[in-house]
């Protein structure tokens, strides 16, 4: 069965088609700045082919026209007509209270995705526009919504209220929510195969663009770094994460901010690229290995809050057996695993120093053969868990 995934952002659609259940993948590629005169396209197939094209796209349902006039082309193409792709699986970054599994795409569905745009306004009205385009393009598929937010359905209410009068936890949803699940969700299992435990506590790193971190008890969340929105817990590219919110009160009342002003500072001027000036954390590594005392301490922040967030998650499982760094930094960056790594040893968390320097770009233990805790990097792929979600669904 040939499954179609698609992640609609802003202003770009990524998508993979994956044959399951093999997990094989067949093509993948990414249309960015759609809205512009320069949008590109970009495609890949098993097979060895590779395009490129650079034109103006002005929307996300003439994206994914164009993707799948690729598809079915008969010289760069991978099927020979749309009802070869038996499901489409859509990334939707909002099911609020309602959506704690996979589910097949309903009018009713898509009237709640619409309602929780407004916990996530940057992202469910892409999700939505993404799942009424596939709806037209593929009428004969089964149209899956795999949200970011499902896997932390099981967070603990003790975990997941913030500490404000009840009416905003029961009439307006004023909770922890959670993201990045799906990447979560994969490299736990991945982890807990990997151990081969019946019973397992398990800390996953998320460390990209965004950053976030999970507890996972015998697979299921039981508490996370991001919450209502997905600014809290851990620095990030340039979001603050954890802040007292007396700052956003001095911000307005103090310095005249208004609170689109405030917002703005804290989800996209802030984190590393306010603390160093950049936001990728080569450029940030290669200005510390200079001397930049800047980015030598955000670095140090970084790491720092991390291994804070790793204490209270043992605190909150009453144990360790694994911790797992994935995404961009998680698994390319060296010395940010090897920061949150150091001076760990009373919880067990011991690196080896030769594996830690590896390049290899799959699942690997890097830990020493004495520590307690298994370090592991797991190369995250949001994308085959929502075609494996969507296949146990529809099979
Ligand atoms: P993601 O959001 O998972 O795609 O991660 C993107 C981030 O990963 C980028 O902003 C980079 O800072 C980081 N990254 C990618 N490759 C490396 C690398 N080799 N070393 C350090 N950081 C990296």
Redesign the pocket.
Known sequence: MNILVINSGSSSVKFQLIEMPSEVLICSGLVERIGHADAILNYKTRSGVAFRQIDHIESHSEGLRKIVELLLDPEKGVIANKDEIAVVGHRVVHGGKLFSETILITPEVKQNIAEYSALAPLHNPHNLEGVLVAEKLFPNAKQVAVFDTAFHHTIPEKAKKYAIPNEFYEKHGVQVYGFHGTSHQYVSAKAIEYLGLKTSKIISIHL???CSITAVMDGKSVDHSMGFSPSPGLIM?TRAGDIDHGVIFFLINNLGYSADEVNNLLTRQSGMLGLTGH????DI?AEAEKGNAHCQLALAMNAYRIQKYIGSYVAAMNGLDAIVFT???GE??KM?RRLVCADMDFFGIDLDDDKNESDSKVMREINAAASKVKILVIPTNEELEIAKQAFELVR
């Open positions: 990209g663009n965004g590219g936001m990728d954390l080569r590594q995404a961009g930094i390319n960056s940010m």
